[in-house]
């Protein structure tokens, strides 16, 4: 079974600052990391993925998380936020391997909220 | 656009109707989807694995007789909330693993909002 640690429930920060998401996660086996995002009342949106290879991911609008092994963490970084990024940001992680596997075990959220 | 389609989005019933929530997947197959519940500030929680061609596994504390699903092809899974209680109103999001090339891609519904009156 795995498990994810989210240790900030709620991070503020002002536009333009620097921000870090802190993840953790615990399994006996090989993983998948992911971040999601949720603005109110809608899905979830992934923002990015560790399968395998390189272990700094990055998306497209900015974001970046590195799976740091030994560390057993996937921490999720943006240099410059912007109000728009303004969300609930959930981490996960699910068994590598496939098939059920990718039933998804979530940390509680992080409450991101960016202050002009 | 979305890959995954859940309907509705919203819906509000009385205490001790049915509810059926669908999740399809659009432009693929998905042999495997899964059920989770969010509650309010709170993180999502697995409900169950919804298999095609088989029953649903439930976690564990999840009552199946309550928490109906079936997966009747490839691309629909239904989740049906049966003689619902205030206690079953929550959000609900399915999601369907797309294991196209380039990697196996997790796609969610945009989520279900249940009233229970």
């Known amino acids: 079974a795995q498990s994810v640690t989210q240790l900030d429930s709620q991070v503020p920060v002002f536009e333009e600052a620097p921000v870090e998401l802190r993840c953790n996660y615990s399994?006996?086996?090989?993983?998948?990391l992911f971040w999601y995002v949720q603005y109110p009342n809608q899905g979830l949106q992934l923002l990015l993925k560790?399968?395998?290879?390189?272990?700094l991911v990055e998306s497209i609008n900015g974001f970046e998380a590195e799976f740091n092994k030994s560390q057993t963490s996937f921490h999720l970084r943006k240099p410059s936020v912007h109000i728009s990024d303004t969300a609930e940001y959930f981490c996960a992680v699910s068994a590598g391997g496939g098939g059920s596997n990718y039933k998804l075990t979530f940390g509680k959220g992080t409450l991101l909220t960016v202050n002009p | 656009g979305a890959v995954v389609s859940q309907h509705p989005s919203r819906v509000i019933c009385k205490s001790g109707t049915s509810v059926k929530i669908e999740c399809r997947s659009l432009?693929?197959?998905?042999?495997?989807m899964f059920w989770y519940r969010q509650f309010p500030k709170k993180s999502l929680m697995l409900m169950a694995t919804s298999n095609e061609g088989s029953k649903a596994t439930y976690e564990q504390g999840v009552e199946k007789d309550k928490f109906l699903i079936n997966h009747a092809s490839l691309t629909l899974s239904t989740l049906t909330v049966t003689s619902a209680h205030p206690e079953d109103s929550s959000f609900y999001i399915c999601?369907?693993?797309?294991?196209?090339?380039?990697?196996?891609?997790?796609?969610f519904g945009n989520g279900t909002r249940l009233t229970v009156t």
């Open positions: 432009d693929f197959q998905a042999t495997t």
């Open positions: 399994s006996s086996v090989s993983v998948y």
């Open positions: 999601s369907a693993p797309d294991q196209g090339t380039g990697g196996v891609r997790i796609h």
């Open positions: 560790y399968l395998s290879g390189s272990t």
